[in-house]
């Protein structure tokens, strides 16, 4: 969950940041499909577009197909912020070169970049407040304000890609496990597709999919967002893959456990001692709970545990449902990875009451809710992902909503 805000959060900066250009009729060139982009090794992720016709399918999209006046009033609202005008000393944007938004993780600069083309007649070098800019290239840190030794960092670390950029698509690249991955992300209106290079085969066993449904390398970098104070972080650490299958939660009256979550999950760690380790900290941590062999009672679920390997570790909220024999169901994974099922799961909270007008009131968790509640179903292949919409939705509409909630926060 708190991935995926941070890929909306990043996104939504950068269409904010688009919408404050101003948009000239005089514009007739058709942009270059080949494009220079720039790729930081600290980057967690990368998504480079197109402005130009990026903007030309957003209005064409809710001015034409759409036409949500309330939603276009909230648009114009954003867009009309006088905060967020001088934060760039009025360099324009050459919307015919792609511009690309970044998550950065380093020591120096940690945070959203935005990486834009600036008109050829502003081409300077010089630096901002919130930017630095070399000849035609501005990079914009829109939530800090820049350090020279930042703007010094970010000047010395870029590389540069030559890239073919298409209408309708964003080039996405992402750093895992120390590795850098590139992809393309395409939407048609019913359907939003992220290709890849194709997956080699990579032999693994995995929990036989159910509800929604994920396998795949334990990202070690997710370890770094996760606050210290979260008890479960224990049983991340050291960990090699992970399989889930999840099927919503519920609110309790339990103090020490308010939220059952509705879940089964086989974690893979690094060695026995790793795994045994884990176990032996949770187990500390909650010292004042009954542990029992293979089961404890937290709050109000019956956790069932069991070591399946000597490195693989089952765990599931309620055996009956989905252990009910004391062996969990599984599959062997060609690719090592695989998601599928209702993504309308993970924002799923049953009894929430009153609670749930609260939830409601969280601008982040009801977009989610909404954009996840559409969808019809995201399944996975060796090239890539998919996520179906059901009828009536529109994917670019849907997106975007999510991306101003998430921006606003």
């Not at 066993?205 to 990202?219: A, D, K, T, V």
Request: glycine share 6%.
């Amino acid at each position: 969950m708190n991935r995926i805000k941070e890929i909306s959060f990043v996104l939504a900066l950068g269409f904010l940041f688009i919408l404050i250009v101003k948009l000239t009729l005089s514009i007739s060139v058709k942009p270059s499909m080949q494009q220079r982009i720039p790729v930081f090794q600290e980057a967690r992720f990368e998504m480079s577009a197109q402005p130009l016709s990026f903007i030309k399918e957003l209005i064409a999209t809710e001015l034409f197909e759409v036409k949500n006046q309330a939603f276009l009033n909230d648009l114009h609202q954003l867009s009309s912020s006088k905060t967020s005008k001088n934060t760039l000393d009025g360099i324009q944007m050459d919307l015919q070169q792609a511009m690309s938004v970044m998550m950065i993780q380093s020591e120096f600069f940690k945070g959203p970049l935005i990486h834009f083309r600036s008109n050829p007649g502003s081409a300077q070098k010089r630096t901002g407040e919130h930017y630095v800019q070399l000849g035609e290239d501005v990079f914009y840190a829109p939530s800090t304000s820049l350090t020279s030794k930042q703007a010094s960092w970010i000047l010395k670390n870029v590389q540069w890609k030559s890239r073919t950029v298409l209408p309708g698509q964003m080039i996405v690249h992402q750093g895992l496990n120390r590795k850098q991955s590139e992809g393309t992300l395409q939407w048609t209106q019913n359907e939003l597709r992220y290709l890849t290079e194709e997956l080699k085969t990579n032999q693994t066993l995995i929990l036989s999919p159910r509800f929604f449904h994920y396998s795949n390398e334990f990202p070690k970098k997710v370890l770094s967002s996760i606050p210290p104070e979260f008890s479960m972080r224990c049983l991340l650490i050291s960990l090699d893959r992970i399989s889930l299958n999840y099927d919503g939660g519920k609110l309790t009256e339990d103090e020490q456990f308010p939220f059952a979550p509705s879940f089964e999950v086989l974690l893979e760690y690094k060695n026995p001692a790793a795994m045994e380790n884990a176990i032996q900290s949770v187990q500390n941590l909650y010292d004042s709970l009954n542990w029992k062999e293979q089961r404890v009672k937290m709050g109000s679920q019956d956790i069932f545990f069991k070591r399946t390997s000597t490195k693989t570790l089952y765990i599931c909220s309620n055996q009956t449902e989905f252990c009910p024999n004391g062996t969990p169901n599984i599959t062997r994974c060609q690719t090592g990875f695989l998601c599928k099922g209702d993504l309308g799961r993970l924002t799923s909270i049953k009894n929430t009451g009153w609670a749930g007008l609260v939830l409601d009131m969280i601008p982040a968790f009801r977009a989610s809710k909404e954009l996840f509640d559409g969808t019809k179903e995201v399944k996975s292949s060796k090239n890539g992902m998919e996520i179906s919409f059901k009828p009536g939705k529109n994917v670019l509409h849907e997106l975007l909503k999510t991306l101003v909630v998430y921006g606003q926060e």
